[in-house]
């Protein structure tokens, strides 16, 4: 029985006695929560309970009345509402709007909590390890000879790796599951950190930094994606609170970095060699340890059940309503949902599981799936195309905007006041602008649900805010207002990137969340990764110019998100 707990290749239970309730038990209003968001109020995208449902599939002109148990029709109803005024209509859409319902009524419960903390951990990993190699910059270019300038390719590596990682688990995402890539990438990402720890040479440094890249660039896209498919939808501000992990992966970084490097490094490059200079192998090989430590968790001490919407997505009907009772049963609920609910409400889809298939069969088609028909659904309609043109713009420029900055901090602060800090006020330093920062993503959690303000406004006045702190770090030259400014940016671009990342999965449905938020977080990686680039060249010319292109970068992302036209608070996710 233990060992059957700590199984991780054990197949999802299809059968799960006393979860299934008749329609009958199951009452209206769970929890006095309404079953369809009320409180929106967006014109055009989000008032789905006061316009008439439709009623070109015979349907009643309005909601039925308020009875002390669930009715068909009355999930019906709600289904027909949502779709007026969402202005989709297929097979997919009604039967996510059902399991929308039947996830709302299971609420929030231990399975959601526990998911919350793994994906957080993939959170984590990401800023752990940016920031990470940021803070090992200056002991590298020391121990290998390298100009202070030159070894900023080292942090170009790492993006290349975040790069190709995150649009490659984001399709993959798609394609295959959720799973696999929940149960990879921190693998991936703690295994070359550790081998990063005892790298040879710049060069090997670097291409381990890379390799470790590859897996923690799918981390955000994924289980992000992941995380907001299990969400009941009045529970979404979860998704903005799954940021905090985020500035946490920095905080750790920059106190193991604060114990270990100023100890254990060397003072300049005169005379320096690996043994005098451990102190950033010491921290990249706790970093790769930690990063270990939650891919174990992950993988042998909590089993995932498959997100249904994206099976549904498959044609996997019955497995997506064995997977929601699979949650009903972790969170000890009971759900009313069964496939000839789905089919009674939905109707039958076309698409049918396949045979089981050659190898070369399996490996022709997993292939031709890496196609427009991806990308093409994110452009359905204006609305939605320019959604995503607005979205791709802002991870493009903040992707730029922010690794020219934060990616070369340490080098920042090392110089301010006018003369060179000593490496133990250096890295205090971080570490205290990382400590004020973390607050902001927990801010932003409530925020993004007031009435005039939401997704759009909570992130567009971070952005703006966080511009103005870049330009006015470079005005002074007192060390002390500098550290001020660092802190107070720090604190608002957690808030930036936070809600950017809980709203873009929000925004695309789910047959192409993945890849949609795979391209946007590939975008991010592709522009940071040209930011190395941008501060190696310009820097030359005036040491605060890849600090200006971050703020003029940071306010055209700020313009971008005044015209996003798609404000996703309250609404329920396809």
């Known amino acids: 029985m233990g060992l059957e707990k700590f199984n991780p290749f054990k197949k999802d239970r299809q059968n799960f006695p006393g979860v299934v309730i008749p329609l009958s038990d199951a009452p209206v209003y769970p929890n006095g929560v309404p079953p369809m968001d009320e409180k929106v109020d967006d014109s055009d995208a989000n008032k789905s309970l006061d316009r008439a449902p439709s009623t070109e599939n015979g349907s009643a002109g309005s909601l039925p009345d308020t009875s ?29 709007m059902v399991i929308n319902r039947a996830l709302q ?67 993959i995402s798609d394609i295959v599951g959720r799973r696999l890539a929940f149960n990879t990438t921190l693998f991936l990402a703690g295994a070359f950190g550790l081998a990063a720890g005892g790298g040879p040479s710049w060069i090997g440094v670097s291409a381990l930094y890379s390799c470790l890249g590859l897996g923690v660039g799918g981390n955000l896209p994924v289980d992000g994606a992941l995380f907001l498919e299990f969400l009941p939808c009045v529970s979404g501000n979860m998704l903005t609170m799954l940021s905090v992990w985020w500035p946490i992966g920095q905080l750790i970084s920059s106190l193991l970095a604060w114990a270990f490097i100023p100890t254990y490094s060397c003072s300049s490059a005169e005379g320096c060699t690996k ?143 006018g003369s060179t800090n000593s490496t133990y006020t250096t890295y205090r ?86 890849t949609g938020s795979g391209i946007s977080s590939c975008l991010n990686r592709i522009a940071g990764l040209c930011a190395p680039l941008v501060a190696i060249f310009a820097s030359s010319a005036n040491a605060n110019a890849p600090i200006y292109a971050s703020g003029a970068l940071m306010l055209a992302a700020f313009v971008a998100m005044i015209l996003l036209p798609i404000e996703t608070r309250g609404r329920q996710t396809l």
């Open 105 to 171: 009524d299971i609420g929030m419960g231990r399975y959601q909590w526990q998911l919350f903390f793994l994906c957080g951990f993939g959170w984590m990993a990401d800023n752990l390890w940016l920031q990470g190699v940021a803070l090992t910059l200056t002991p590298i270019a020391y121990e290998f000879d390298i100009t202070t300038s030159w070894v900023r390719f080292s942090t170009c590596a790492l993006f290349l790796g975040l790069c190709i990682g995150a649009s490659f688990w984001g399709i």
């Open 275 to 417: 043994e005098k200079n451990m102190g950033w192998r010491y921290l990249v090989l706790t970093l790769g340890a930690i990063t270990m430590c939650m891919w174990i968790a992950r993988f042998f001490f909590f089993h995932l059940y498959e997100s249904p919407k994206f099976l549904l997505s498959r044609g996997r009907q019955e497995e997506a309503v064995a997977s929601v009772h699979g949650i009903a049963y972790k969170n000890k609920a009971k759900t009313w949902l069964t496939t000839e609910i789905l089919n009674e409400i939905g109707g039958v889809s076309e698409t049918k599981e396949t045979e089981k298939l050659a190898v070369a069969e399996i490996i022709k088609r997993f292939f031709s799936k890496f196609s427009m028909e991806r990308i093409a659904p994110l452009f359905a309609n204006k609305r939605l195309g320019l959604t995503t043109v607005l979205l791709w713009f802002c991870w493009t420029t903040i992707g730029m905007g922010y690794p020219l900055f934060n990616a070369f901090l340490p080098q920042y602060l090392s110089q301010t006041g």
């Open 429 to 514: 330093n971080y570490a205290i602008s990382s400590i004020v920062g973390v607050p902001g993503s927990i801010l932003a959690c409530y925020t993004v649900e007031l009435k005039y303000v939401g997704r759009k406004g909570t992130m567009a006045i971070a952005t703006v805010i966080t511009g103005v702190l870049l330009f006015c770090f470079t005005a002074s030259s007192t060390s002390n207002v500098q550290l001020a400014c660092t802190c107070l940016e720090a604190f608002f671009q957690n808030i930036m990137y936070g809600v950017l990342y809980a709203y873009t999965p929000e925004v695309f449905p789910a047959p192409n969340r993945g």
């Open 68 to 96: 002390s148990h669930l009715t068909i029709e009355i999930i019906r109803a709600e289904v027909d509402a949502e779709m007026a005024s969402s202005g989709l209509d297929s097979v997919y859409d009604r039967k996510a």
